[in-house]
Each structure stands twice: as C-alpha cells, then as structure tokens.
C-alpha cells in the first residue's frame, strides 16, 4: 500500500481502493462471515416490522431499476433503494452488532451497501467480504476519532456509518484512490443523524442506518461517474471532525492502518435491547443464577453504569416496546422476571406484565464517575440486589455476552440466525443460507445469496 500522507481522507481512500482479499488475515474473513449472517437475521425479522413495511412502500411507488433484492419481499429495486430499505429493517429490532470505542453499528450500514452494490454488478464472494471489510474498518476509525464527544448529539451509525457505507459500495465499483476520495466527499457531506429521536422512541433510528447505507451507495455511484467531492471532508477546517466533535483525535483513523483490522473488534449482540444495557442484562442474569430470588422478594435494585448509557437508555417508564429497548429500568426488571431478553421479552405483553413493572419501581439507575473513564472502550455496569429481607447480591459486567472478550460461541450464533429467520423463511431456505455464508469465499456471484433471502 501506498505510504501515508497525512490527510486522513486520502489515507483511508487509499488503504480502501487497495486492499485486496489476500490482505485480509483468515480471522477477519471468518468474522465477516459471522457478521454477515447475523446481519441477514435482523434484517429478515425486521422485514416483518412495521416501519419497514411503510418504508417498502415508499419504495415500491419511487420505482427504480431492479437491479438488487429487498431482503424477504421477493422484489428488486434499484441499488439505493434496497440499501435504504435494508438498512433500515437491519436495525429495527436492535439485535445487530456494535463497536464499543466507536460507538457505532457498523453491520447495519456497511453490509446492506456492499449487498446492494454485489448484486447490481455480479459480484463474487471474495469482493463482498472485501468490502465488508473495508467498510467497518473505515466506519469504524472515524468513529473513534471523533467520539465520545460526537455521540452526545450524533448518532454514529448514521453519520460515521455513512463513510464506511461509501468505501463498501466503492470497492466493489473498484474505485481507484482518487474515486474513493471523492466517494469520501460526498459521503462525508451527507452524513447526519440526531438523538432527539430518543426524546419519543420515534422510527428516525431506523432511518438513520438506511439512509446511511444508501448515501454511501449514492456517494461510490457518484464517484464511479467523476462526481467530485472534498479532498479533505474528514480533517478539513469546516470539515466532519471540526463540525461534528469537540474533541477529536485524527490520528486515530490510520494508526496500523492495514495492519490492524478493527472488524475484529466488533461486539454480537444476544438481546433484543439498546447495547447499553446489556452490561446490565448480564449482571442481573448472573444474580439470577445466585439464587432463586422471586420479583415480589425484591426490596430493591441499585445499578451503576457510565453516564452515556443514563443518558441513552435512561428512560424510567416506557411507554412502547421501542421505548423499552432503551430503558435500563426496564431491561433490569425483565431479566430478573423473565430470565432473558429477547425478542419476545420486548412486545405489549412483557411491556405490560404487572410483576415487570412493579419492579420497575424499585430499581435505581445511577451513574458511576469511574465507569466514565472506562467508557467507551469498556461499557461497564454493576447491579446490588438487596431482598426485603435483607440478603445482598452483586454482579460486575465489564465486557457483556458478545464483545471480543467475551464471545458468542459459533453455534449460539447460528442458532440466534435461525430463530430471527424462520419468523419469515422456510426452514430448508434458512439452512441453505447458513451454508451459503459459511463459504461466501466461494460464491462466484452475490446474486446466487440474494436468490435465498426471498420468501418462498
């Protein structure tokens, strides 16, 4: 790869145009691999959803060229828009995966992009994990650079992921160093996503990560056709850090550039909820396990967590499902009643179960000054559980269930596949695609797995 120039956009443009598939080492490719099956899964449950059915049919009366598939629904618009769409559904249920020092879904973003853009163009296997690659590892770098100052107001996964989307599609383009520059560009100037969407638990969320995917595929279009964008989107002086952190550190981005894959480091998710408060989830678990402790015995929970998660997931009485992924209140008190947190953990019926929200009202969510400075490379929660009778339990989570250090094994990973699957595919389909992804390496066109994720 070519030396470093010390401008961050032309670095990671640089290290995207030129990597190859014999760069990437055997871990990453097997993590992609992971990562790209269990992104299938929630886009094919959140296909089932109701924002991605009004959000088809904003599609289906756009139109478009039907060059790439609409997860499940058995139809093919143009590029964009099954990025946007995709995406979208990806990131409905909360069950895709996350970076902990970038704050960011990477998955989300970067896999719809790379999907789209594989099948308009025919794509093989070893290009599309390629791109994958390539895209977390960009998202990611930015992500870090910019936060955790950036994640006050900004969504990562909407503004980082939208580079990260742009390298994806522009990889399998096979966009030079200048193009991808360019991608970088107009990516970069498109990049958005609020966190007021918290203050309703509305679907903007959703439609952060879609439009996400789908500008990075507009942005590696644009560039493919001479479009130009700014040489110095992510450094420049009324650039992406300078607009969008209050501290930054663009170091961050190239440091082992092509050396380190940051796709390594990305965290699984195991329940259904805000990965803030999964931390919490798996401490209440492990008290769970301590004893045989009833709701009703509870006198009263205490939670200590970094005051990101508080400000996240902070909300003391849900009003929705949605809104219950995003309440560490919530999720404490359906982990100790229900002893998981599932999907089926985030519906109207556990939403409303009364021993649920009767503890609800015991439990006391505070922040912890040294869990800040862990944060965001560790995401840390302690859970003190005191019965009314007066027995104490505790629990310390530094590194919750699906984080590098603390891994989902392979067949818990395809079992949690083939459970969000079948919601809405056949059996023998979901088996096909277990194996398909297994030896995406091998696939000769992105077109034969995209046939799979129609129903039927």
């Given at each position: 790869m070519n030396a470093r120039t010390g401008s961050a956009t032309q670095d990671l443009a640089s290290f995207s145009s030129e990597l190859v598939y014999g760069d990437i080492p055997d871990s990453a490719v097997k993590l992609a691999k992971m990562l790209l099956l269990d992104w299938l899964g929630s886009a094919i449950v959140g296909s089932t959803q109701k924002p991605a059915k009004m959000l088809l049919s904003i599609v289906d009366k756009l139109g478009g060229t039907p060059e790439s598939?609409?997860?499940?629904?058995?139809?093919?618009?143009?590029?964009?828009?099954?990025?946007?769409?995709?995406?979208?559904?990806?990131?409905?249920?909360?069950?895709?995966?996350?970076?902990?020092?970038?704050?960011?879904?990477?998955?989300?973003?970067v896999i719809p992009a790379a999907l789209a853009?594989?099948?308009?163009?025919?794509?093989?296997?070893?290009s599309l994990l390629t791109a994958i690659v390539a895209g977390y590892d960009v998202a990611i770098r930015i992500g870090?650079?910019?936060?955790?100052?950036?994640?006050r107001y900004w969504h990562t996964t909407g503004t980082c992921g939208t580079f990260g989307a742009a390298v994806a599609a522009g990889k399998i383009l096979d966009l030079d160093t200048n193009a991808m520059v360019n991608a970088l560009g107009s990516a970069g100037t498109q990049a958005?996503?609020?966190?007021?969407?918290?203050?309703?638990?509305?679907?903007?969320?959703?439609?952060h990560a879609g439009k996400a995917?789908?500008?990075?595929?507009?942005?590696?279009?644009?560039?493919?056709?001479?479009?130009?964008?700014?040489?110095?989107?992510?450094?420049?002086?009324?650039?992406?850090?300078?607009?969008?952190?209050?501290?930054?550190?663009?170091?961050?981005?190239?440091?082992?550039?092509?050396?380190q894959f940051r796709i390594l480091e990305v965290s699984l998710k195991p329940y259904a909820s805000c990965r803030h408060t999964h931390s919490v989830i798996?401490?209440?678990?492990?008290?769970?396990?301590?004893?045989?402790?009833?709701?009703?015995?509870v006198g009263r929970i205490r939670v200590k967590t970094y005051s990101a998660a508080l400000q996240i997931a902070g909300n003391e009485l849900p009003r929705t499902p949605f809104e219950a992924k995003?309440?560490?209140?919530?999720?404490?008190?359906?982990?100790?009643?229900?002893?998981k947190a599932g999907l089926d953990s985030f519906n109207n019926e556990s939403l409303n179960d009364q021993a649920i929200r009767d503890l609800m009202g015991k439990v006391e969510i505070t922040s912890d000054p040294e869990f800040d400075k862990q944060y965001p490379e560790k995401w840390p929660a302690k859970a003190e559980l005191k019965t009314k009778d007066g027995k104490e339990y505790f629990a310390m989570v530094e590194f919750p269930l699906g984080d590098p250090e603390n891994p989902i094994k392979d067949?818990?990973?395809?079992?949690?596949?083939?459970?969000?699957?079948?919601?809405?595919?056949?059996?023998?389909?979901?088996e096909s695609i277990v194996d398909s992804v297994g030896s995406t390496e091998k696939i000769t066109d992105a077109r034969l797995l995209t046939k799979l994720l129609e129903v039927g």
């Open positions: 598939t609409i997860v499940v629904h058995a139809r093919k618009t143009s590029c964009i828009n099954a990025a946007l769409v995709n995406g979208a559904m990806s990131h409905i249920v909360e069950l895709d995966d996350v970076h902990k020092s970038s704050i960011l879904h990477p998955g989300a973003v853009m594989s099948e308009r163009e025919g794509a093989d296997g070893k870090e650079a910019v936060n955790p100052s950036h994640y958005a996503g609020l966190w007021e969407f918290v203050s309703n638990g509305s679907m903007s969320k959703h439609l995917a789908a500008n990075g595929v507009l942005s590696a279009l644009l560039a493919k056709n001479g479009f130009t964008g700014a040489n110095t989107i992510i450094e420049g002086t009324r650039g992406f850090c300078e607009a969008m952190s209050d501290s930054y550190d663009v170091s961050r981005m190239t440091a082992n550039l092509g050396k798996d401490a209440i678990l492990k008290i769970r396990s301590q004893t045989k402790i009833r709701p009703q015995d995003f309440s560490l209140s919530y999720c404490t008190s359906v982990a100790l009643v229900r002893g067949e818990d990973l395809q079992a949690k596949f083939k459970s969000l699957a079948s919601v809405a595919l056949k059996p023998e389909k979901v």
